[in-house]
């Protein structure tokens, strides 16, 4: 324990910590800048990913709404994005059938929903 006391030298340490050096001053400077700088890229090119992945959505709520209104009593489409597959089985669409190696070598899955007859 006193060889650590001896070895610390605390007006030094407050010396530097109140009054930093020039490089010490570069150093958090530049740490800040690639911070804020990471961040602005990071938000403009996650945003439009995150536009992109509303707007499948909406595009499928536009597609029942379509399919709807034309009385349809079934709607089928087939899709690559086995990461949607939670969100479309909350939507209601259940997988009918799944194919390896479709197109492109991908994973494709068949999503089926059923709707019910309007009764006017």
């Given at each position: 324990m006193s060889?650590?006391?001896a070895q610390f030298d605390s007006h030094y340490f407050w010396q530097h910590l109140l009054h930093p050096e020039s490089f010490f001053l570069r150093a958090i400077w530049t740490t800040v800048y690639v911070a804020v700088?990471?961040?602005?890229?990071g938000t403009l090119l996650g945003l439009p990913i995150a536009m992109a992945r509303r707007s499948t959505n909406r595009l499928l709520v536009a597609f029942e709404a379509r399919v709807a209104e034309e009385g349809a009593h079934m709607a089928e489409f087939w899709t690559d994005d086995l990461r949607a597959e939670g969100l479309l089985g909350a939507m209601g669409w259940q997988r009918v059938i799944q194919r390896?190696?479709?197109?492109g070598r991908d994973m494709w899955t068949l999503m089926e929903k059923r709707f019910e007859a309007e009764t006017a």
């Open positions: 060889l650590l006391a700088l990471g961040q602005a890229f390896a190696g479709y197109i």
